[in-house]
C-alpha cells in the first residue's frame, strides 16, 4: 500500500515520543518521557458536579450538533480573562474554540502553508508542532534558543528568506523549559513590526508560572496585528476534554481559519466546551491553578536538586520556574539516543533530544519531565540516570 500514500504524510514524522512510551510503559520503570499534567491536578469532583449541572440546564444542546467558533459563553470567558490580565481588547469574535491548540497548529499551517513555504521554529521546538506543520510540507528554519529567548541574529537572518509563519512558545517552552525574557521579546517584536508575517505565539503554560515573578507581557498579542495567540485548559484544567482556544485580533484571517476548522471537524466537541466553561463559572479557576503551581514547584525542585547531587558537573540542565520540562545537555558529542536503551535497562526514561529538531540525529540532548511522579520517585529516576551519566 505504501505507493498509495501521500506525500504529505510521508513527509510527515511519527511520533517519537508515542513509540517511546510504549517502551517505557513497564510499570517498574520511572518515567520522566511523558509530556502528562499531574492526574491529581485534575478537578474531578467540580468536573463531576458541573457534568450533572450541565446535563440538567442545558439539555439537548449539549448532544446537538453547535457552531463551528466555539460557545459564546466560553469565547466570552476567554476574551475577559485576557482582557483583564493582558490589557487586551478582545470580543468573542477574535476567539475561536479549537480541539487542543494541538489543533490550532494544524489549521493554521493548512491556511497558511503552500509546499515550500517558510516557517521559523525555535530550535529545539515542540515536536508536535513540527509533526503538524511537516504535513503541508514547509521548509523550517530553526533559530537557536538562548537562555534569553530567540536568538535575534539568527531571526534576522531566518527572515530574509520567504517566510510566512514565526512559531514560538515564550513561556516555560517545550522541551527546555526556557522563557524569553522582556528584552528579547521587545526585540522581537521590533524585527517584526512592519513586516508581512504571522507570529503563532504557543501558550499551554504561562500560567503555571511557579516562582514569584508576574507574567512578562506577550510578543505579539495586542501588539502586532498578524499575531495568533493559543491556549488551551489542557494543563490547568483537563487535557482529555480537549479543549483549546485561538486569539487573533485579525477577523479576516481567523475566519478563514473557521472555514478550514469546519472542513475539518464541524466544531470542537460541545459537551466539553459545556463543561469547562460550567467549571470555570462556579470554581475559583485562579485558585484551582496556585495548587497546581505549588504542586510543579515541588517536583520541579526535587528534580534539580537530585541532579545538583547526582549528575556530573560535565552535564549541564536548565532550572524552569514553571510549566512541566526541563532540558539537559550532556558533553558535546555524546548521544541522549544511545543512553536511552542503558537507562531503559536501569528502569529510568526521559525523551532524547532528536525529535525536537528538524532532521538532526544523535543530538547530545534530552527533555525530562517531572510532573509525573511523586519527589521520591523522581529522586531515585535521577540517582539511577546519574549512575548512567557517571559511566560515559
Ligand atoms: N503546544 C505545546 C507547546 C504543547 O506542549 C502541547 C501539549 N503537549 C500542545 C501545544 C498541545 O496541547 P493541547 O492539549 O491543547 O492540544
Known amino acids: 500500500m505504501e505507493h498509495l500514500l501521500s506525500e504529505r504524510i510521508k513527509s510527515t514524522p511519527p511520533s517519537f515520543i508515542r513509540s517511546i512510551l510504549k517502551t517505557a510503559a513497564d510499570p517498574e520503570i520511572i518515567s520522566f518521557a511523558g509530556g502528562l499534567p499531574n492526574p491529581i491536578s485534575f478537578p474531578q469532583e467540580e468536573l463531576l458536579v458541573s457534568m450533572e449541572r450541565i446535563v440538567r440546564d442545558y439539555g439537548s444542546s449539549l448532544f446537538q450538533y453547535s457552531i463551528t467558533a466555539g460557545l459564546p459563553e466560553l469565547r466570552q470567558y476567554i476574551a475577559d480573562r485576557y482582557n483583564r490580565k493582558f490589557g487586551l481588547a478582545l470580543g468573542i469574535e477574535n476567539i475561536l474554540i479549537t480541539t487542543g491548540s494541538q489543533q490550532a497548529l494544524d489549521l493554521i499551517s493548512k491556511v497558511l502553508l503552500n509546499t515550500g513555504d517558510g516557517v521559523i521554529v525555535e530550535k529545539p521546538s515542540y515536536l508536535g508542532a513540527i509533526q503538524a506543520f511537516s504535513q503541508y510540507q514547509p521548509v523550517f528554519y530553526p533559530v537557536e534558543l538562548t537562555e534569553e529567548g530567540m536568538d535575534i541574529g539568527r531571526l534576522k537572518d531566518a527572515l530574509d528568506h520567504d517566510v510566512k509563519f514565526i512559531y514560538a512558545i515564550p513561556d516555560f517552552q517545550n ?3 526556557l522563557s524569553y525574557s522582556a528584552e528579547n521579546r521587545e526585540c522581537i517584536r521590533k524585527v517584526l513590526t512592519g513586516r508581512e508575517i504571522v507570529l503563532v505565539e504557543d501558550d499551554p503554560y504561562g500560567e503555571l508560572r511557579f516562582d514569584e515573578g508576574g507574567r512578562i507581557p506577550y510578543i505579539g498579542a495586542g501588539r502586532l496585528p498578524g499575531s495568533i495567540l493559543l491556549g488551551t485548559f489542557s494543563k490547568t484544567v483537563t487535557p482529555g476534554m480537549r479543549t483549546g482556544f485561538m486569539i487573533c485580533a485579525d477577523t479576516e484571517l481567523l475566519k478563514h ?4 476548522k469546519e472542513a475539518s471537524d464541524l466544531h470542537t466537541n460541545i459537551f466539553s466546551q459545556y463543561l469547562i466553561w460550567d467549571y470555570l463559572m462556579h470554581n475559583d479557576y ?22 545538583d547531587r547526582y549528575f556530573p558537573k560535565t552535564v549541564k540542565y ?6 512541566m520540562f526541563l532540558w539537559v545537555t550532556l558533553p558535546e558529542g555524546v548521544s541522549a539516543l544511545s543512553l536511552f536503551p542503558k537507562a531503559l535497562e536501569k528502569k529510568v526514561a526521559f525523551v532524547p533530544g532528536d525529535p525536537f529538531y528538524i532532521n538532526m540525529a544523535n543530538t547530545n540532548t534530552m527533555r525530562l519531565n517531572y510532573t509525573n511522579a511523586d519527589c521520591r520517585m523522581i529522586d531515585e529516576g ?5 549512575e548512567l551519566l557517571r559511566e560515559i
Open 286 to 307: 485562579d485558585a484551582h491553578i496556585a495548587q497546581i503551581r505549588r504542586l510543579y514547584k515541588e517536583q520541579a525542585q526535587a528534580m534539580t536538586e537530585a541532579m
Open 382 to 386: 535521577i540517582r539511577r540516570l546519574g
Open 257 to 260: 481559519i473557521s472555514v478550514a
Open 175 to 177: 522541551p527546555t523549559g
Open 318 to 323: 536548565t532550572r524552569p520556574r514553571g510549566g
